[in-house]
């Protein structure tokens, strides 16, 4: 499989300065200060406090809650749903494919050039509709000047052939 199996994963990063740079990815850097406390939803209905707990939730391997949360985020704080591709993880490992589809959709209108956002966006086009389907759906991505990532989005966009990629990567004998 490539993505990742989040159920290997049991807990959020645990040093202050890993959180951080979690938050500081996802756009959300002025919720810090909150979400380092380690409060939560359930006693805190903040935006902040909501985030902390469906990325706390996540990484406890329950997507089904995590989605909800990030669900009950986007409630609380619709602004801030183009910003969560953590909400589209959760929403993929949850089963629902077509709501992660538009999560990754609408996160690209603020990370254009995101090539991760675009294999996850792809994954849950081909869950639901299959691989040939996601790759008509496959969406464009801006500028990356990291060879390895125009590589991932010509192989998921069906340009580029697997056992090229797998030579291409070994080390030199």
Not at 4 to 17: A, F, G, N
Request: net charge positive.
């Amino acid at each position: 499989m490539i993505l990742p199996v989040v159920s290997k994963v049991t807990s959020v990063p645990t040093s202050r300065l890993h959180r951080r740079r979690f938050l500081a990815a996802a756009g959300l850097a002025p919720l810090a200060p909150f979400a380092l406390r380690g409060a939560r939803a359930a006693e805190d209905d903040t935006p902040a406090a909501v985030f902390a707990e469906a990325v706390r939730l996540f990484f406890a391997a329950r997507p089904v809650e995590s989605a909800r949360a990030f669900d009950r985020l986007v409630d609380l704080a619709p602004g801030s749903e183009p910003e969560l591709w953590q909400r589209g993880l959760a929403l993929y490992y949850a089963g629902r494919f077509a709501d992660g589809r538009r999560q990754f959709e609408l996160h690209r209108t603020v990370n254009p050039a995101d090539v991760e956002n675009v294999a996850w966006h792809f994954a849950c086009v081909a869950r639901a509709d299959g691989a040939e389907a996601a790759r008509k759906a496959i969406i464009p991505v801006g500028e990356d000047g990291r060879v390895p990532m125009r590589e991932i989005h010509a192989l998921f966009a069906g340009r580029a052939e697997p056992a090229a990629r797998r030579r291409r990567a070994r080390p030199p004998a």
